[in-house]
């Protein structure tokens, strides 16, 4: 009927997981599978063992074609992740609250509705996935979603998490830290200058950086009042 979870089945491994995967694309004709490929985070990411997230990483990239090879032709494949390697040289760049939240967002269409090896300039978290996939997917009806679809060209290139008692405003070029209550700015990075995050700007606030205040403030003001009012769904007459 278009709604829930039809099956589900628990996956041993990141090959089984695979496995799976192309064993449900010879008997899904129609709808979403999702795959979690349990390997790259209990095994490697949270051991801090990046030799053998590196060999997880060749494993799977050989497996690749097989999946391509079952897609038809209005079939989207997309690559994605919850969290960075943040557990990789704890001090070290990979560690640092930018970094550590940086995943890949990879589509692939075989009829090359997505340009073929195209790598945009934006910024988006997980909250972009579920638009992204509905625009993917030509989808018109009503629905309710926090993000905006990364093909949306008047979409704001900004994510922002918690972390540490303080909001994380990420963008292109700054990345702006605000109190716990999300009223007062906290710090500001360069983060195309200063990866590291170790020289926060003082007394800086230019239209940018308002912008993502603002940005901020807005969503943070309609999240807690649709969990409030209980409105995280679409209304349907």
């Known amino acids: 009927n278009g709604k829930g979870v039809t099956s589900a089945v628990h996956t041993k491994s990141n090959m089984d997981g695979v496995d799976k995967t192309l064993e449900y694309m010879d008997t899904v004709k129609e709808g979403l599978i999702f795959t979690n490929l349990v390997d790259f985070d209990m095994l490697y990411g949270h051991r801090n063992d990046p030799q053998g997230y590196g060999k997880a990483l060749e494993d799977f990239d050989n497996r690749l074609q097989e999946i391509y090879n079952k897609m038809a032709e209005d079939d989207i494949l997309i690559i994605t992740a919850d969290h960075g390697c943040r557990d990789f040289e704890v001090g070290s760049i990979y560690a640092n609250p930018y970094f550590m939240y940086q995943i890949p967002f ?17 910024v988006m978290s997980q909250i972009d996935i579920n638009p992204t996939i509905l625009s993917l997917l030509n989808y018109n009806k009503k629905h309710f979603a926090l993000g905006e679809s990364m093909f949306d060209e008047n979409r704001k290139n900004y994510a922002i998490n918690f972390r540490l008692n303080q909001y994380q405003v990420i963008g292109t070029k700054y990345l ?55 409105q995280m769904r679409a209304k349907v007459n």
């Open 106 to 122: 990879i589509v692939y269409t075989p009829d090359k509705s997505i340009t073929p090896q195209r790598i945009e300039d934006k």
């Open 176 to 230: 702006v830290r605000l109190a716990s209550d999300g009223k007062e700015i906290d710090c500001v990075y360069d983060i195309i200058n200063d990866k590291e995050l170790k020289h926060p700007l003082k007394g800086i606030e230019n239209e940018t950086i308002k912008d993502m205040v603002d940005y901020a403030r807005a969503f943070l003001q309609d999240y807690t009042h649709r969990i409030v009012k209980n």
